[in-house]
């Protein structure tokens, strides 16, 4: 497994976000994390990504302890996270943003070979390599940070609501590029309100609520589940549904 995280707790001072909380990400997969605003869920992105603190609870990756790292080890380890609201350097270009995603020796040494797959899944980011990141519409945005984060060259790459305020248009080719990412190999741990599109790629997927994860399972068993229906999916189901 290569990611594993298991009872979880993480907290914001006093109070808990997080409350034994436990996933897994194999090689490879895409993993889903669903629920409504407030549920943690970013709280629990950041904290794989190095940037809050586990109260308790064990975060391995490849079976190495990421408890106790420092964010930027942590992505020495080979996480990479598109945080939400993408915050880029929106007074430098896009190339020099990209840049950054490549700090480490490993990636630097890279850079060449990562611009030119990066440009290749975001034709539009090598017409405006040189135009400053904060010019570009929100989708272009997106683009950005995700690349950014693909400079790193990830063993796991963390996306944190990749189609917030997105276009219906922008989104579908947004999702279009998180299923060339995954077919290249990387795994991904996508974080998503749009729980439609996100038990579509998923292999799998959690239900995060309050905090809790209350259900977990392949993206059709969860879809079968009256309560996610209702509570996710927007369809009514009936006391008589069998």
Not at 13 to 32: F, K, N, Q
Not at 83 to 110: D, H, I, K, Q, W
Not at 199 to 217: P, Q
């Amino acid at each position: 497994m290569l990611l594993e995280a298991r009872e979880l707790v993480i907290a914001h001072g006093d109070a808990v976000a997080v409350w034994d909380a436990s996933l897994t990400v194999g090689e490879g997969e895409v993993v889903a994390v669903i629920g409504p605003n407030g549920a943690g869920k970013t709280t629990l992105v950041n904290t794989i990504a190095g940037l809050q603190r586990l109260r308790s609870g064990a975060l391995r990756l490849a079976g190495i302890d990421l408890g106790a790292m420092a964010s930027h080890l942590v992505c020495r380890q080979g996480i990479a996270l598109v945080p939400e609201g993408r915050r880029l350097f929106t007074r430098m270009s896009v190339e020099e943003n990209l840049e950054m995603g490549c700090y480490r020796g490993e990636a630097r040494r890279a850079r060449a070979a990562s611009l030119q797959r990066v440009y290749r899944l975001f034709p539009i980011l090598r017409e405006r390599r040189r135009q400053l990141a904060g010019s570009l519409s929100g989708g272009q945005q997106q683009m950005v940070a995700i690349a950014r984060a693909l400079m790193a060259r990830p063993r796991l790459l963390l996306l944190d609501e990749p189609s917030l305020g997105l276009a219906p248009a922008v989104v579908d080719h947004m999702f279009d590029i998180i299923r060339t990412i995954h077919d290249e190999g990387v795994a991904i741990l996508l974080v998503e309100q749009n729980v439609v599109r996100a038990l579509e790629i998923a292999d799998r997927a959690y239900v995060l609520e309050e905090g809790r994860v209350v259900a977990a399972g392949l993206p059709a068993d969860l879809r079968r589940e009256p309560r996610i229906q209702e509570a996710y999916l927007g369809l009514h189901v009936g006391a008589d549904t069998p």
